[in-house]
């Protein structure tokens, strides 16, 4: 039973270029989420998909976006590319939005 | 005030002590609590959740609950050097749309000697 996946595991990218991260929930799970983690703190939620909508939004720019397919993957968008945004960037997937996350491996995105 | 507050550590106990972690949390309408672990350079694994006040046990973890107090407490009996790790707490925070955050703490850092 394979949990949830994430890809890339790892990238640089410049400031002001675009990113996109993509992630295959566990089996069965239908509802993704996404969080930000810098250095030494905990995760940052960032928003959360259920039913293909955009169901909750964290404190983050509008330069931050995703989207949920119909088979319950998701994709983080990233525009104009800061410094800042330099973290490692979480999936969860869970049961529905109540339920018990669980998450990938991360990707680790660097700026340069 | 911070929403989920953790005492940052490190917290260390020698092995087989129990080790203790705490958290509180500023919104009193949460209803579901979460501890995960996480090890360096890997991803936060969960490992207790607990809804309703009172005390949950799963092996050598317990999770304690008090919403009056707005506090959850993490008890790691007969502590391994393999629970060296940081373990965070998180809270959901619900909202309209029924979509449910996870907010969390920083987490504490434990370390167990051998």
């Known amino acids: 039973d394979a949990g949830v996946t994430q890809s890339p595991t790892h990238l640089i990218k410049t400031r002001g270029q675009q990113v996109t991260l993509r992630c295959s929930p566990k089996?069965?799970?239908?509802?993704v989420s996404w969080y930000q983690q810098a250095l030494g703190q905990g995760p940052q939620f960032i928003f959360q998909?259920?039913?293909?909508?955009?169901?909750q939004r964290g404190n983050f720019p509008d330069r931050f976006s995703g989207h949920q397919f119909p088979n319950y993957s998701s994709e983080l968008n990233v525009n104009a590319l800061l410094l800042g945004d330099s973290a490692l960037y979480l999936c969860?997937?869970?049961?529905?939005?109540?339920?018990?996350?669980?998450f990938g491996d991360g990707t680790r995105l660097s700026i340069l | 005030q911070k929403e989920v507050e953790q005492n940052s550590g490190p917290l260390s106990v020698p092995e087989g002590a129990i080790a203790s972690l705490n958290c509180t949390y500023s919104d009193r309408g949460s209803q579901s609590f979460f501890w995960y672990r996480q090890y360096s350079g890997k991803s936060p694994e969960l490992i207790m959740f607990?809804?309703?006040?009172g005390d949950k046990e799963d092996g050598r973890f317990t999770a304690q609950l008090n919403k009056a107090s707005q506090y959850v407490s993490l008890l790691i009996r007969d502590s391994q050097p393999s629970d060296s790790a940081t373990y965070l707490c998180a809270v959901n925070k619900r909202d309209r749309q029924a979509g449910t955050a996870l907010i969390f703490g920083k987490g504490t850092t434990l370390s167990v000697s051998s």
């Open positions: 089996s069965g799970h239908d509802t």
């Open positions: 998909y259920y039913e293909e909508e955009e169901r």
């Open positions: 969860a997937s869970s049961l529905g939005p109540g339920q018990p996350q669980h």
């Open positions: 607990i809804y309703s006040n």
